[in-house]
Structure formats: structure tokens, C-alpha cells
């Protein structure tokens, strides 16, 4: 049963510390995307990854978040310095992009990773 | 550009009772559309999509949508809903032939009486 798998499920770490949140997306797929959720900003797309290239992450503050897929089996969502601001649900989706990637834009989600930052 | 539009961030009903959220989008090609669900503590997971053929489909856990492309919507509706269809319901497009990618609407909660 193909899934995306998210690591860690939880972390809380203080303010300043880095944050290292991985994502194995579904073999195969050639999207990755990267969402936050909180209650008061709901769902927004942090980072998107077409065949590895960075297409979009203009929804993720540059000074202190990064992303990066280093393979096409792993995909990193880095926070470094974190604030409690970042406290948050973070997830992780693949698909196949309806460009030429045979696919719908359907998008399948990891559990999320919940990060608390004291 | 995409935009959805989900009008209700919130939906009371009694269980047993039928339920629609509406959802309704803005786009200037043909789009893929989707409903997807997160339970509480969940990621999320697709309910059910139009992708061409006929206008009613039918999804998991007995519900369905009608795409009506005069209106531009796709609202969701369940006949009669059960304490267990307690979640978080997400309408969302994706255009064909394109690189863009999905567009997620804001999100409706729906939320079941005994």
C-alpha cells in the first residue's frame, strides 16, 4: 500500500533550535509539495517541488526556511532559527502533475509532522 | 488562475440528516476538481474527483458531487449523514494540461449532532 511517509509525527523543541522535517514521497510521483496548517491560517502551501526542481516557495519565509529534495525518494522542510510562530502541522503530498506526468494534479498527504516550539 | 470558494467554514447538522457544502471555482481552462476529507489528527484524503463523463460522482462513505460547469461548482452532498463524517471537508482544482498546480479551498468543518 504506497504512502507518503512523514518523520518525526512530533516535535517540540525551544525557540532557535533547528527543525529537520523529512517526507518519502510515493515512488514514482514526480510533485512534491510542502503545506502548513494552523488554526487561524488553515492550509497553505509552503514549497513546491516538480521532478525535483523547485517551481514555487513563495508562500514560505525565506530567511529562516529552506526546502530541498535531495533525491527523489526524500524531500526536507528545514526551519532554522524556529520561533513559536512556527508551531504548526506540517505536510507533506506527492502526485503526478497533469503536465506530461500522466496524472490529474490528485495530490496524496503524509500524516503530518506537528511541531511545537516553546 | 484558479480560485476556489468554499462559502461555509462551518456546517451543523444532526446525524441522519442530509448535508451539501458548496463549493464553487474560477478558472479559465478546464480543471480537474476534487473533494478531499482530514479527520481530526489526519492527514488529508480524497473523498472522491470529476475528471470527465458524467456530472454526478459518487465517492467514499456515501457521498457524492454534481459538477455543474454553467455555475462553476461542485457541491458536495450526503443523504444522511453519521457522527463518524465529523471532519474537515476540502474542495480543490487542478487545471489540465498544465503545470500549475492543485488549488485548495479554505475549508469547511462540518460538525455532527446526535
Known amino acids: 500500500d504506497a504512502r507518503v511517509t512523514q518523520t518525526p509525527r512530533h516535535k517540540v523543541t525551544e525557540m532557535g533550535q533547528e527543525v529537520t522535517m523529512r517526507c518519502q514521497p510515493i515512488l514514482g510521483h514526480n510533485t512534491v509539495f510542502w503545506y502548513r496548517q494552523t488554526m487561524m491560517q488553515g492550509l497553505e502551501l509552503l514549497a513546491y517541488?516538480?521532478?525535483?526542481?523547485?517551481?514555487?516557495d513563495s508562500g514560505m519565509p525565506k530567511d529562516r526556511f529552506s526546502a530541498e529534495m535531495p533525491d527523489a525518494t526524500l524531500a526536507t522542510l528545514k526551519i532554522q532559527p524556529s520561533e513559536p510562530r512556527d508551531s504548526a502541522v506540517y505536510f507533506c503530498?506527492?502526485?503526478?502533475?497533469?503536465?506530461?506526468?500522466?496524472?490529474?494534479?490528485?495530490?496524496?498527504f503524509g500524516e503530518g509532522s506537528r511541531l511545537t516550539v516553546l | 488562475a484558479q480560485s476556489v470558494t468554499q462559502l461555509d467554514s462551518q456546517v451543523p447538522v444532526f446525524e441522519e440528516a442530509p448535508v451539501e457544502l458548496r463549493c464553487n471555482y474560477s478558472s479559465s481552462v478546464s480543471v480537474y476538481l476534487f473533494w478531499y476529507v482530514q479527520y481530526p489528527n489526519q492527514g488529508l484524503q480524497l473523498l472522491l474527483k470529476y475528471l470527465s463523463g458524467s456530472t454526478l460522482v459518487k465517492g467514499i462513505n456515501g457521498f457524492e458531487a454534481e459538477f455543474n460547469k454553467s455555475q462553476t461548482s461542485f457541491h458536495l452532498r450526503k443523504p444522511s449523514v453519521h457522527i463518524s463524517d465529523t471532519a474537515e471537508y476540502f474542495c480543490?482544482?487542478?487545471?489540465?494540461?498544465?503545470?500549475?498546480?492543485?488549488?485548495f479551498g479554505s475549508g469547511t468543518r462540518l460538525s455532527i449532532r446526535p
Open positions: 480543490a482544482v487542478s487545471p489540465y494540461s498544465s503545470a500549475s498546480k492543485i488549488i
Open positions: 517541488f516538480r521532478n525535483r526542481a523547485p517551481l514555487d
Open positions: 503530498a506527492s502526485g503526478l502533475g497533469t503536465s506530461g506526468g500522466g496524472g490529474t494534479g490528485e495530490l496524496f
